[in-house]
C-alpha cells in the first residue's frame, strides 16, 4: 500500500506539471466598424498574438495571453479598432466555473445506487458514460448503448438509442461534445435524453444520441487545459485535430488549416480521425430513417445550417429556415430570460468552415434537416458558461429538439 500511495502521489505530481493555466489572460470583443478589422484580425488569428474564439456578424472575440495584451492594444489602437474585454483574468472565470457539487449534492449522488448524473455541474466522463449504462440497464425496453468505435487514446464513443419500438419510425441523430472546451454541449444532450427517456412511452421517434463525440478531448479539459477544443491525436509539433473540420464533403476548403498547431487543423485528410470515422461507419451501417441531424455546440447562439463550406445554401434551404425560426421561437419561450438565437445559413452568420458534420450529414447522408446549434451564451462567459446556467440552455435545446421532431412528421 507506500508503493501505491507513492503511485498515487506520482500521478498527482504529473497531473500537475501538465496542467495548463490562463492567470492574466483575457478575451476581448473586437467592433467591426468596417470591412478591414475581420481581415486585419483573421489575419493575426492563431500566429501568437491571440486566438479568435467566436466571429460574429458585427463583433468577434478573441482570446490574449496575459504577456501579449499590451502588444495586441497597441496593434489595435493603431488601426483605430475599438474593443471591449469581456473577461479579465481567464484563470478566475475557469476556477468559477469548476465549482464542486455542493456537500447536499454529493451526499445525494453517494446514495444513489444508479448513476451521478445531474444538471447543477458539470460532469466528468465516467459520470456521463454510467448514465447511459445506467439508463440502458434500467430501461432496456426502450435504451440501448453502442459504442460505434473507439477514441485516438482508445475510449468508446458511446451512443445510446431511445426507441420505444414503433416499426418505421423516423430518426433523429443528436451529438455533443465535438469541441472539447463546449461543455455545455455534453450537459444539455444529457438532459434532453433525461427528458426523452421520461417520456418514452409517447414517442413517436427514434433517437440516435452521441453526448461526447470527442472523449478524449473531453477528459483532456477536466484533467489537464479547460480550453482544449481539438480530439488528442499526437502530432509531431501540436497535438489535435478539429474533428469539425474533418468530415468528408468539401474537406480542406474555407476555414480549415494544414497546419497541426491550429485550432482548425482538419487533419491529414477526411476521416483521418478514428471519432469521425466512427461516425461514418456507424451511418454506414445503419438503417434507421434520419430526419434530421443536430450537433450541439458553443457558443454564440445560433441556430445554423447547411452550407458551411461556402456562402451557398441548398436548393431546400427554406424549409430549414422555417423549422429553425420555429425552434428559436420555442426556444426563447422556453429560456425563460429573453434568450434570442440567431437563425442563418452558417457561412454567412458566422464564417466558411469546410468539412463539418453538418454539412456531410446534408450532402452525403441527404438528410435534411441538418443543423449545428450554438448554444449559450453570446459571450459574457463564452466557453466558460458557470454551471447555473446548465439547465436553462438545456431547457432551450431541449425546445429545438421539440420543434425539430415535430417538424419532419409534416
Ligand atoms: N462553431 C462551429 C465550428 O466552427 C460552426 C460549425 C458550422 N458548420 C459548418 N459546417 N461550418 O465548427
Ligand atoms: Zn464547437
Redesign the pocket.
Known sequence: SVAHERTAKENFREDFSKRVYYVGDQVWRIYKHNDSVNDLVEQHDQNGSYQIWSNHPLTVDIFVRSRMLYNVDLLLNNCRIKYEVLIKDVQKAIDDGNVRLTTAMEAELEGRKGHRMEWTSYHELNDIYGYLDYLANTYPDVCSVQSIGNSIEGQPLKVLRISNGRTNAPAIWIDGGI?AREWISPAAVTYIIDYLVENSDVLQTDYYILPVANPDGYRYTFKYDRLWRKNRRKGTLCSGV?L??NFGYRWGGQ?TSSNMCYETYRGSKAFSEPETNAIRNFFENSLANYKAYISF?SYGQYI?Y????DQRLPPDYRDLDAVGLEAAEYMKYEGGDNTKYIVGN??IT?Y???G????WAKALLKIKYAY?I?LRDTGKYGFLLPPQYIIPTAKEALAAIKVITSAIRK
Not at 463539418?356 to 454539412?359: E, M, P, R
Request: net charge negative; aromatic share 8%.
Open positions: 469541441h478539429d469539425n473540420r476555414g455546440h445554423l447547411p452550407w458551411g463550406y452558417s457561412a458566422l466558411p468552415a469546410a463539418g458534420s453538418d454539412d449545428t450554438e
